[in-house]
């Protein structure tokens, strides 16, 4: 009984073994979409669901997850009291280690998460959210220059979602053609005056499953070196000319390079896509 199921078990790991190459030869032929045979990573690698791991070229998988800090535009400083995901996949070369960022399956590259601005607006509750500007493949990640300190571990180009009575679904601080673009590193920063440099940390480095799986828990990432424009489209259409004027003076608008910071606690999560793909078998 127990030779048996020793037996069925090995007969059924080298068959998960021979979908996965399977799926990964078709994918890297054309012959099938991603999508449409991505199964469930399992156990460590799970929060990597949506890695676009089958895309020809991608070999890591990466998940940062901001649990705190804050950021302070114009008048305004909101704490991030709701987490916030960036996710998606790496393609790495290995002979320059440049990496070329990969947005998530889904869609969600960016988790969408508003926060609550303190003090409101106009006397009413005013939330914000910062959304990443497609395409997804133009935010960049950087484990190399998290891990060195030097340059940006994330460059997003985003825009701020204004969420309030009155306001309408379109009032944006940032556009798609005229971006707010933060430059989160763990280094120093060098802003123009009145802020002054700035520095972020790596978090404690550790690695798991015959280092197919890295986690970098306890980051600090810093930028007061962008500039964020005027509000616009706020009301809609026919009362944005009144509205927005009065959404730049309560919240400081625009704000110069040298007067805005943001600071991230984070961890980031990353993977081998050849790990993420054997978990799904287990």
Not at 27 to 45: H, I, N, Q, R, Y
Not at 84 to 92: A, E, H, N, P, T
Not at 159 to 184: D, K, N
Not at 188 to 207: E, L
């Amino acid at each position: 009984m127990n030779g048996d199921g020793r037996a069925l078990g090995g007969a059924a790991n080298a068959m998960a073994g021979a979908v996965v190459l399977l799926v990964s030869v078709l994918v890297a032929s054309g012959v099938v979409a991603p999508a449409a045979w991505a199964g469930t990573p399992t156990g460590e690698f799970a929060r990597f669901a949506q890695c676009p791991r089958f895309r020809v070229g991608v070999n890591l998988c990466v998940y940062a997850e901001t649990f705190g800090g804050e950021v302070s535009i114009g008048r305004r400083t909101v704490q991030i009291e709701r987490p916030l995901v960036i996710q998606g996949g790496i393609v790495k070369n290995e002979r320059t280690n440049a990496e070329t960022f990969v947005g998530a399956l889904n869609g969600a590259t960016l988790s969408r998460v508003p926060q609550k601005v303190p003090g409101g607006l106009l006397g009413q509750p005013l939330y914000v959210s910062l959304e990443l500007i497609p395409p997804a493949d133009e935010l960049i990640v950087s484990l190399a220059d998290l891990e060195n300190r030097q340059g940006a571990a994330f460059v997003l180009p985003a825009r701020m979602h204004l969420e309030g009575s009155r306001l309408g679904g379109e009032c944006y601080v940032g556009s798609i053609t005229g971006p707010i673009v933060l430059h989160l590193t763990s280094g120093t920063t060098h802003p123009g005056p009145p802020n002054t440099p700035i520095s972020g940390k790596v978090g404690r480095i550790g690695a798991k499953d015959d280092f197919e799986l890295l986690e970098i828990v306890g980051n600090s990432l810093v930028d007061n070196t962008f500039s964020a424009p005027v509000a616009t489209g706020c009301g809609g259409a026919t009362l944005a000319p009144l509205v927005d004027p009065l959404v730049d003076r309560e919240l400081g608008l625009p704000s110069a390079d040298g007067h805005n910071t943001i600071i991230e606690s984070n961890t980031v999560w990353a993977a081998t896509t050849v790990g993420v793909i054997a978990s799904e078998g287990k």
